[in-house]
């Protein structure tokens, strides 16, 4: 028997939830109260400020006036009349919409998941759940919880209500009497204010002795979740946290079952000097924050890890913070990002936790330094040795081909500090390409030469130029590479950053950053969306359109006007701190009808 899971209605309901988006904070330290007594196998947690705010700042949103556009109605004709989507068919598994699921939540709500382990993991995940109601309607949460249940019988009758008392508490339970782990399909029960949802005794037992004891204390969790609030400038509107340290818990035991009595030499690297040399156990945590404010919807995302890290995670941190906005990108582009990355430091640290993976990772840089010697040059020295750590990306969207596949251009352009050593490397380079490695093509662009990869099949065209300042990688049509070019040496036209509402928008990040960047909303969901259309077409068995459950008639698109009428101007930087990496993005609206 397929049984139902808490997960499959009370996840639901959450994830539905962050389409939402609630204007202001009512119940953040309710939500504080709740981290210090989550259980410590905590895993993953959804916290949401206040339900009751989620349908009205949703329904005067610019996305529900987008949704209900005529050329929108046109587009997305098949996702609706086909009943497409986890939420089209929310009524069937809960026995009620989104708004009803959402009635009778007053105030914060707290999802858990919990994992002991792995294999624990994959027979069932634990999970909790804690939200304020109103004491004065508790009957009607009961009512509730029947519509929910009574679907879930629907589906599979042998399941049966039953209560129990715990700690002078009613326990109400939905489980398969024959079922012969005794595995519950949920429980419900009412503390004070407060309705306390799971689908195990044990989770149930532990938030409902909490909440009568008020047993709240520091723990790893609470004291990441205050860390997470710190970096995003106090309790979101909605957070996801993620415990890494329960993760590599987990990992650490599954890796001592699959290497326990393993003959020595058995396995040619040693899960446990990989896990190690990557330093997966850095990434301590991860939180998701989301908040609205006037129009403005903010985005941060924060990656906890100790001091000075030496693993993966150090790869996210940039190596300066001053960043210079060149002038030389042109105000149509879609998108344009400058960050300060050291290709020489990314390679030295890879090579490092290489070298830490123990006897056989020791062959890779032996036979890296026999390449190098057929190509003639250090690729570390040399070629990344000679670039400086300022990176500029920039991108431009040009509507659909005959296939519906999105056109699409990108310039991604890495300042030259050597320029001597850096043009003697891609000299090598070529003439080492030129020999069978690739087919190259040489060009003159506006009086530089350029490199371009053959096309294989219907892929995108690239190209490489070395210019006086920047080496540039471009795909797709060299259009944009060859304003950058013309902007550079003969401003022609206004720069992106000159833009007043790109002014505006990145004024509104915190300054400190190792990149910054901003994207047109519009234009990235327009060929976003057509390029998952275009995927879903080549997917084996997937007719296009009606592939993967995401169904749009890509003959009517609606049109750019259409898409920035709704959706702005998107700015993101990202911050290197002691013991964190954070991103933060800001999205604006569209000026709307």
């Given at each position: ?11 639901a ?8 988006s ?21 895993t993953?947690a959804?916290?949401?400020k206040?339900?009751p ?5 949703f329904?005067?949103?610019n ?40 009635a009778?939540?007053?105030?914060a ?10 294999e ?16 004065a309607?508790?009957d009607?949460?009961?009512k ?7 679907a ?26 024959d ?12 503390v004070?204010?407060v309705a ?25 969790i ?15 509107d ?13 990992v650490?035991e ?5 290497t326990?009595?393993?003959?020595p030499?058995?396995m ?24 609205l ?24 941190r940039?190596?300066s ?43 890779v840089?032996?036979q890296?330094?026999?390449f ?46 050597d ?22 093509e ?6 530089h030469?350029?490199?371009?990869v053959k ?26 590479l ?56 080549l ?34 930087a ?5 013991d ?7 999205a ?6």
């Amino acid at each position: 028997m397929i049984q139902r899971t808490l997960l499959q209605t009370t996840a639901a309901a959450f994830l539905a939830a962050l389409a939402f988006s609630p204007n202001q904070a009512s119940a953040a330290d309710r939500l504080d109260e709740w981290m210090r007594i989550v259980p410590e196998q905590t895993t993953l947690a959804v916290a949401l400020k206040n339900v009751p705010e989620l349908k009205d700042d949703f329904q005067s949103s610019n996305f529900v006036k987008f949704w209900d556009n005529p050329e929108v109605l046109a587009w997305t004709k098949p996702m609706r009349e086909g009943g497409a989507g986890m939420f089209s068919k929310f009524k069937e598994e809960s026995g009620m919409t989104l708004e009803e699921s959402l009635a009778p939540y007053t105030g914060a709500c707290l999802f858990v998941l919990t994992m002991n382990s792995f294999e624990d993991f994959q027979k069932k995940p634990d999970l909790g759940a804690l939200s304020e109601i109103d004491p004065a309607k508790v009957d009607e949460f009961a009512k509730h919880k029947a519509k929910e249940r009574d679907a879930k019988m629907k589906k599979a009758p042998a399941l049966k209500e039953t209560t129990e008392e715990i700690a002078g508490v009613t326990l109400n339970i939905l489980a398969d009497p024959d079922d012969k782990d005794g595995a519950w399909v949920d429980a419900w029960a009412i503390v004070g204010d407060v309705a306390v949802e799971g689908n195990a005794r044990w989770i149930m037992e532990h938030f409902i002795a909490a909440l009568k004891e008020n047993g709240g204390k520091d723990t790893t969790i609470s004291g990441h979740v205050k860390r997470i609030s710190v970096i995003t400038e106090g309790n979101s509107d909605i957070l996801l946290y993620l415990n890494g340290e329960r993760i590599w818990a987990a990992v650490d035991e599954a890796v001592e079952k699959q290497t326990a009595g393993a003959p020595p030499g058995a396995m040619p690297f040693n899960p446990k000097d990989i896990l190690a040399a990557l330093g997966l156990k850095e990434f301590e945590a991860l939180g998701l924050a989301m908040d609205l404010t006037k129009g403005n919807l903010r985005t941060d995302f924060a990656i906890l890890h100790p001091e000075r890290p030496a693993g993966l995670v150090g790869l996210f941190r940039g190596t300066s913070n001053e960043i210079n906005l060149p002038a030389f990108i042109p105000g149509d582009t879609d998108g344009a990002a400058v960050s300060r990355q050291s290709l020489a430091n990314i390679w030295d640290q890879l090579m490092g936790m290489i070298q830490k993976m123990g006897p056989m990772a020791m062959m890779v840089p032996m036979q890296l330094g026999q390449f190098e010697q057929g190509l003639g040059f250090s690729i570390r020295n040399d070629l990344l040795g000679s670039l400086d750590d300022e990176m500029i990306t920039a991108e431009k969207y040009a509507g659909f081909d005959a296939n519906g596949a999105p056109k699409s251009t990108q310039v991604v352009g890495i300042k030259i500090k050597d320029k001597a050593k850096f043009d003697s490397s891609i000299a090598a380079l070529a003439k080492f390409a030129g020999q069978g490695f690739a087919a190259l093509e040489e060009a003159d662009l506006l009086g530089h030469k350029m490199y371009t990869v053959k096309k294989p099949g219907d892929g995108p065209e690239i190209s490489f130029v070395v210019s006086d300042d920047y080496f540039y990688f471009s795909m797709g049509e060299v259009s944009l590479l060859r304003k950058l070019l013309n902007q550079a040496k003969a401003p022609e036209g206004p720069s992106l950053w000159d833009d007043a509402e790109v002014k505006d928008i990145l004024a509104a990040l915190p300054r400190e950053n190792f990149s910054v960047g901003v994207t047109n909303l519009g234009s990235v969901l327009k060929t976003g969306i057509g390029t998952i259309m275009s995927l879903q077409g080549l997917a084996p068995g997937g007719p296009k359109g009606k592939a993967g459950g995401v169904n749009f008639d890509m003959q009517a698109i609606p049109s750019d006007e259409t898409f920035a009428k709704y959706f702005g101007r998107a700015a993101s930087a990202a911050y290197a701190l002691p013991d964190a990496v954070h991103f933060r993005m800001i999205a604006r609206e569209g000026p709307g009808e």
